[in-house]
């Protein structure tokens, strides 16, 4: 008998995955949902194909939490190639390739130490920003018009790597929603250059980096505060309504809540407790 694709079995599963080049994110998840047998499965923080590097993947009931997980700052490692011209500004979509004159690595240096701040932008329309929907890439791939919308993004720190004529390599950490090619087009405007990405890697989403696909454990990922229950138990395993006397901290917020076998993330706002996420299994 052939052997089933996916187990029945519900696996609770959080990891972080290095996506390869030239791979769409949805790609590599199936790739990754047929390795570990399960079909529940979901990734926070969208690569673009041209990109790789880290892609945090959940399966079970933990691809409900990335909207509570620690992930920014990201980081970035990246190399900007002088004189290539480019449609998506990566070398997907290259249109002319010149020669371009050397530049003092002082300057280059000093141009992205600058980069620090906030920047207004548009994202690329070659990029994994969805319009009505649709990635705004595969619109650009279909000969679609793309109007994208000026966006802000904030460069925490910046790494100046190396420069070899014609290619600058540094890394950036920067702030959920920016864009590296964006980021780099601001750097060329300031070099009075041209060019384009020929390498994007993402190394880390906050706390969040590739170490082969190792378990890691949720709650030491969760950006919430923990609070104290000193009710009956049965509340939180039934769903039942809930009195905020009951908690060690009454504030408004949002609170992860741990027990022996499974954890619950709750709201209080206005006196009243709101399940967030209720009961969520710990795996074994």
Same mark, same amino acid.
């Given at each position: ?12 599963k959080l990891i972080v995955v290095k996506k390869p080049i030239f791979r769409s994110s949805n790609s590599y998840l ?56 480019? %449609?998506?500004?990566?070398?997907? /979509?290259? &249109? +002319?390739?010149? @020669?371009? =004159? ?6 280059? $240096? ?100 590739? %170490?082969?696909?190792?378990?890691? /454990?949720? &709650? +030491?990922?969760? @950006?919430? =505060? ?6 009956? $138990? ?51």
């Amino acid at each position: 008998m052939q052997k089933k694709l996916y187990d029945n079995k519900q696996l609770n599963k959080l990891i972080v995955v290095k996506k390869p080049i030239f791979r769409s994110s949805n790609s590599y998840l199936n790739q990754i949902k047929r390795k570990y047998r399960n079909k529940k499965a979901g990734f926070s923080g969208t690569l673009d194909p041209f990109a790789c590097g880290c892609l945090i993947v959940a399966f079970g009931q933990y691809s409900k939490l990335f909207q509570f997980l620690k992930k920014t700052p990201k980081t970035y490692r990246t190399v900007v190639w002088l004189g290539a011209s480019s %449609e998506s500004l990566d070398i997907e /979509n290259i &249109i +002319d390739i010149k @020669d371009e =004159k050397k530049l003092n690595e002082k300057l280059v $240096k000093n141009e992205i130490e600058k980069l620090v701040g906030t920047h207004e932008y548009y994202p690329p329309k070659f990029s994994a920003k969805k319009i009505d929907g649709k990635r705004a890439y595969d619109l650009a791939r279909e000969g679609k018009d793309v109007e994208m919308k000026k966006s802000t993004m904030n460069i925490y720190d910046t790494k100046f790597i190396s420069y070899r004529h014609p290619f600058i390599t540094f890394e950036a950490s920067v702030s959920e929603g920016s864009y590296i090619r964006s980021l780099a087009q601001i750097l060329l405007q300031r070099l009075n250059r041209v060019g384009t990405l020929s390498f994007l890697d993402r190394l880390n989403e906050g706390e969040f980096k590739f %170490e082969n696909e190792k378990d890691l /454990n949720p &709650i +030491d990922y969760l @950006d919430l =505060k923990e609070n104290i229950y000193f009710g009956d $138990k049965s509340y939180f395993e039934n769903g039942k309504k809930i009195q905020k006397k009951y908690f060690k901290y009454q504030e408004d917020g949002k609170y992860l809540i741990r027990f022996d076998t499974f954890f619950s993330i709750i709201q209080i706002e206005n006196d009243e407790i709101k399940y967030l996420l209720n009961k969520v299994l710990l795996d074994d």
